[in-house]
């Protein structure tokens, strides 16, 4: 059974970075796209970047871009969000999630089959 797990979050201060990891388990996920949700308090969950099963395509939303950075690595299983220049406005909890299509071409939840459970992200000084 595919399973997914996040890890790296934690607190950091204004302006830090975190490297945010997705590990899969189970089965490879070669023919996958990725893609990265936060939903912080009071909020509902929003798509934050995708990456395509072959890394050629990504995509940010307009409040990370510059900022944030998805990468994967297929050999390791593992699919990353690198987050730099940190805000407040970034505390949230973040999900991994796998895309059977392999396609990144958006956020819509029903293509994405298989969810981690999610790490915390605090920014605060």
């Known amino acids: 059974q595919l399973q997914l797990v996040e890890s790296g979050g934690g607190l950091v201060q204004p302006g830090g970075s975190l490297r945010l990891s997705c590990a899969a388990s189970?089965?490879?996920?070669?023919?996958?796209?990725i893609g990265w949700f936060r939903q912080a308090p009071g909020k509902e969950r929003e798509g934050v970047s995708c990456?395509?099963?072959?890394?050629?395509?990504?995509k940010y939303a307009d409040s990370v871009k510059g900022r944030f950075t998805i990468s994967r690595d297929n050999a390791k299983n593992t699919a990353y969000l690198q987050m730099n220049s940190l805000k407040p406005e970034d505390t949230a909890v973040y999900y991994c999630?796998?895309?059977?299509?392999?396609?990144?071409?958006?956020?819509?939840?029903?293509?994405?089959?298989?969810w981690g459970q999610g790490t915390q992200v605090t920014v605060s000084s």
């Open positions: 990456i395509s099963s072959s890394g050629i395509t990504t």
């Open positions: 999630a796998a895309d059977w299509s392999g396609f990144c071409s958006g956020y819509d939840r029903n293509r994405y089959r298989h």
């Open positions: 189970g089965f490879r996920l070669d023919d996958y796209a």
